[in-house]
């Protein structure tokens, strides 16, 4: 079960809900966040909840049966909307889109992709500088110095940044630059790291598993959420099949299955998904028909020079059609 509390609730209040649902044989595991506080009970026995519903201190309660039950839709039917300030929001109803290299690489590329996005009316920048590669000889990423002066021109010219983070320790290395830490797929089930992002105040987007379930993915976010971070995004990026047409398995059936099972945004990453440029494209308009709240790509001035990932990035006259398409899309699925 998932019992709402009171904000104005005294310390007696909620001990002695604690107590009640205890007696009950439920275990109880207290949550508090930034934005509500909680209690989570965890046992099988039937009882009638109005005898708990009724004591002094408690907003609702539901009865929740999945295992990830905070950001289960079944307690939570308004959708979250994640505010990034200035305007830009995540899951509000709009298309939101994020696109920028798979790494960030020198000055000249930032303000060419800012330029870009600007052009564009694109307001969120992703790009990385801590990069997690199969090989320990490719690049890796300019690392913090590298962050500070992206984020600084970003500032400059109001775009928001998204950027992944691969251990405990970068979080607070990187909490004054980003707008948006993600948390890669390499890392999804990293669980101090997911514990370490529970206790911040910005948002958290959560690629699912090279080979991980939609379940996986819901209890990821469960991890940062009962840790005391309410502000998550899911990224659908393909999974790992048998296939070898294409870098992964773009599922797009996930994008409306996880719309149904969490108030959470949704977001596709179809660079990842399929990982061939001529692909990018049609797998992007498909995730928004499909449901998603935004996608996330890669773009580069040059591809074929990117320093990584070059084969399903995609250069800025290709990025522009994808852009003025989706939106159409989007549109278009609005009026269904």
């Keep these: 079960m998932l019992i709402q509390l009171n904000q104005s609730i005294s310390i007696e209040e909620k001990e002695k809900i604690e107590g009640v649902v205890a007696a009950l044989g439920y275990k109880t595991t207290p949550v508090k966040t930034q934005v509500g506080e909680y209690v989570i009970g965890i046992g099988k026995k039937d009882f009638d909840i109005r005898q708990i519903g009724r004591l002094p201190g408690i907003t609702d309660i539901h009865r929740v049966s999945d295992d990830y039950k905070l950001v289960s ?105 980003v707008d ?50 309410e502000r998550l995004i899911l990224c659908e ?16 059936n996930a994008i409306p299955i996880l719309k149904e099972k969490t108030h959470l945004p949704v977001i596709a990453d179809p660079s990842h998904g399929v990982g061939l440029r001529q692909y990018v494209e049609p797998i992007a308009l498909a995730s928004i028909m499909a ?18 990932d070059a084969q399903q990035t995609l250069d800025f006259s290709e990025s522009q059609r994808l852009v003025e398409r989706a939106r159409k899309v989007f549109e278009l699925r609005e009026n269904f």
């Excluded at 110095?145 to 970003?154: F, N, P, R, V």
């Excluded at 959560?206 to 080979?211: D, T, Y």
């Excluded at 449901?291 to 990584?308: C, L, N, R, T, V």
């Design 180 to 229: 948006v830490f993600q948390v890669g797929a390499r890392n999804t089930q990293n669980f101090n790291l997911l514990d370490e992002l529970g206790h911040i105040d910005k948002p958290v987007m959560i690629k699912r598993g090279i080979s991980g379930t939609l379940e996986e993915l819901l209890s990821s976010a469960e991890y940062v959420f009962s840790g005391g971070n």
């Design 291 to 308: 449901g998603a709240d935004g996608i996330i790509y890669e773009i580069h001035q040059q591809p074929e020079k990117a320093f990584s």
């Design 73 to 177: 839709r079944k307690w939570k039917v308004k959708r979250t909307v994640i505010d990034l300030g200035d305007g830009v929001e995540i899951g509000n109803g709009s298309l939101s889109i994020m696109a920028g290299p798979c790494s960030i690489e020198s000055e000249e590329q930032i303000e060419a992709t800012i330029a870009h996005l600007i052009e564009n009316k694109v307001s969120i920048m992703r790009g990385g500088v801590f990069k997690p590669r199969s090989s320990p000889y490719a690049f890796r990423g300019l690392g913090a110095e590298g962050l500070k002066l992206w984020a600084s021109m970003a500032r400059a010219a109001g775009i928001k940044i998204i950027s992944e983070v691969m251990q405990v320790s970068q979080v607070e290395e990187m909490y004054d630059y």
């Design 237 to 252: 990026r393909g999974i790992r099949t048998y296939e070898k047409a294409s870098r992964n398995t773009m599922d797009v």
